[in-house]
């Protein structure tokens, strides 16, 4: 003969059966929060470890710009002095040019003096050493016809 169950067995494993889904659904929906709890935790740690990192690379982008900017405002610096140094320099070499010019001018001023007045000196005696040959040679002819 079959087995028959008892309605108040069943039913009182039925309640218990209940109670422990019930139990096991609380225990899976404590277990689902704290999980959400941790995937919260870690996503806001996520972010928040993002928004430090993130902070540190605007400070050294910050950091480098101004290292950039420096080094920009630096090397202006120096072509501007490399700039004033040339022209100074070439300033001067220009005051030499003009000072070597002048004394070549004045170098070839002072020997177009020394050969104008060689030339008159030697045009002078000339003239003597003809005025010479003129009075020996009226000398000659004139001790010639005595």
């Known amino acids: 003969m079959p087995h028959t169950p008892d309605p108040a067995q069943e039913l009182s494993a039925?309640?218990?059966e209940n109670r422990h889904l019930k139990d096991t659904i609380a225990a899976l929906r404590q277990s689902l929060e704290?999980?959400?709890?941790?995937?919260?935790?870690?996503?806001q740690q996520a972010v928040a470890a993002s928004k430090g990192e993130i902070e540190n690379m605007k400070a050294?982008?910050?950091?480098?710009?101004?290292?950039l900017e420096g080094l920009r405002a630096e090397r202006d610096r120096q072509v501007q002095e490399a700039v004033a140094?040339?022209?100074?320099e070439n300033r001067e070499l220009q005051n030499?040019?003009?000072?070597?010019?002048?004394?070549?001018?004045?170098?070839?001023?002072?020997?177009?003096?020394?050969s104008r007045l060689e030339r008159r000196a030697?045009?002078?005696?000339?003239?003597?050493?003809?005025?010479?040959?003129?009075?020996?040679?009226?000398?000659?002819?004139?001790?010639?016809?005595?």
């Open 122 to 146: 030697l045009e002078d005696e000339l003239a003597q050493l003809r005025q010479t040959v003129v009075t020996l040679r009226e000398a000659l002819e004139a001790g010639g016809r005595t």
């Open 34 to 43: 704290v999980l959400v709890l941790d995937k919260d935790a870690a996503v």
């Open 60 to 67: 050294a982008v910050v950091a480098l710009r101004e290292a």
């Open 96 to 114: 030499a040019i003009a000072a070597l010019r002048e004394r070549m001018d004045q170098a070839l001023a002072d020997e177009r003096e020394r």
């Open 14 to 16: 039925l309640h218990a």
């Open 85 to 88: 140094r040339g022209q100074g």
